[in-house]
């Protein structure tokens, strides 16, 4: 399977003073793959047929608030732990310095995007 080049290496991010994200996946990972503009299955495919660890590998959201788009990671793999909710950004961001980030194949965006991979316990 191709995906064509919907993926950027990207670099993380974080916060000096230590790990808000609960042990979430940027807390543990330097520079995962963003995959986009496919689906999360098509990754995952692509993933396995070339020797990558899903897991550890990060899905670009995107969302309308306010009338304007807006962008945020998440593990492309969700921790499948019994009792997680409430998935949430945790602090960390990513960026890259590929000169064509902001307009790789339709990706709009010229911000370092936040990283939703802390998720609560929920009771």
């Not at 000096?16 to 495919?45: W, Y």
């Not at 990060?58 to 593990?75: K, M, S």
């Not at 998935?87 to 010229?110: C, E, V, W």
Request: proline share 6%; net charge negative.
């Amino acid at each position: 399977m191709t995906i064509g080049k919907h993926y950027l290496w990207v670099n993380v991010y974080r916060d000096n003073l230590g790990d808000c994200t609960g042990g979430g996946l940027t807390s543990r990972v330097n520079d995962p793959t963003l995959f986009f503009n496919c689906t999360r299955e098509e990754a995952i495919e692509y993933c396995k047929e070339n020797g990558i660890n899903p897991e550890n590998q990060l899905f670009l959201v995107e969302r309308q608030l306010w009338g304007e788009d807006h962008f945020y990671a998440e593990p492309l793999v969700k921790p499948a732990n019994a009792g997680r909710c409430n998935q949430m950004f945790g602090g960390n961001y990513i960026m890259t310095s590929d000169g064509r980030f902001p307009h790789q194949n339709g990706l709009k965006t010229a911000y370092p995007i936040p990283v939703h991979d802390r998720f609560e316990v929920c009771s």
